[in-house]
């Protein structure tokens, strides 16, 4: 199994500003995923991030909006540029092991911006 | 693009009772994986499985992938078990390896 951290928890920004969101994994792993969730709603996969290339991003997404960096097997940062009420959800790092039919979620950053 | 439909949206039980939750999903899948979410949003992984039939605890996982759909059964409901149940289709193979796609959930509530 793999165990992902995610820091912060939770964050409360103000409009226009830019946050970053990290992930850490106890192990490497060759992708991981970010997934969006908005209350109520499913949640939504946003981009994947393989260590050494640009992330590739899955529809309504962006690189500019969205960055996202992967330097290496362990670690993620997902930043929220000029961040927006409408930003506001839960984001979840995620991975899985290599050829595991299981796939594994950190705790989830709860972002609000006001 | 994939779908997955979760019934019922909701469903109420007394303790004790069991239930069963369904999932359907648009396109072929490889595997099937159960998630529980708290109240606080995090998710719980429950079950995974890309065809057949798994258990762990009370819980049974049931995948039909021919026919695209999938089952959670619990038994023996407690109140502890209250929350939203998600269920989330993958691929194993090709360019979608890794990624889920998630259904909108079952919030279940059971009463004393």
């Known amino acids: 199994s793999v165990l992902l951290y995610q820091k912060p928890n939770r964050d409360i920004c103000q409009s226009g500003t830019s946050l970053k969101i990290q992930c850490v994994a106890d192990?490497?792993?060759?992708?991981m995923f970010w997934y969006q969730q908005f209350q109520e709603q499913s949640l939504m996969l946003m981009a994947t991030?393989?260590?050494?290339?640009?992330?590739?991003?899955e529809s309504g997404f962006t690189k500019d909006k969205f960055p996202i960096s992967r330097p290496n097997l362990t670690f993620s940062t997902l930043t929220v540029n000029n961040a927006r009420p409408g930003d506001s959800s839960i984001y979840f790092c995620?991975?899985?092991?290599?050829?595991?039919?299981?796939?594994?979620f950190g705790p989830g950053t709860r972002l609000t911006v006001l | 693009g994939q779908q997955v439909q979760q019934s019922p949206a909701s469903l109420v039980l007394q303790e004790g009772e069991n239930a069963e939750l369904q999932c359907n999903f648009s396109s072929t899948a490889t595997r099937l994986q159960w998630f529980y979410q708290r109240p606080g949003g995090s998710l719980v992984s429950l079950l995974s499985?890309?065809?057949g039939t798994k258990h762990t605890g009370r819980l049974t996982s049931t995948t039909v992938t021919k026919e695209r759909r999938g089952s959670l059964h619990i038994s023996s409901s407690q109140i502890t078990d209250s929350g939203t149940y998600l269920c989330a289709m993958g691929r194993n193979t090709g360019a979608n390896t890794g990624k889920l796609t998630f259904g909108h959930g079952t919030i279940l509530r059971v009463h004393p």
């Open positions: 991030a393989n260590e050494g290339s640009e992330a590739t991003y």
């Open positions: 995620s991975s899985r092991d290599w050829g595991q039919y299981e796939q594994y």
């Open positions: 192990s490497q792993v060759v992708s």
């Open positions: 499985n890309p065809s």
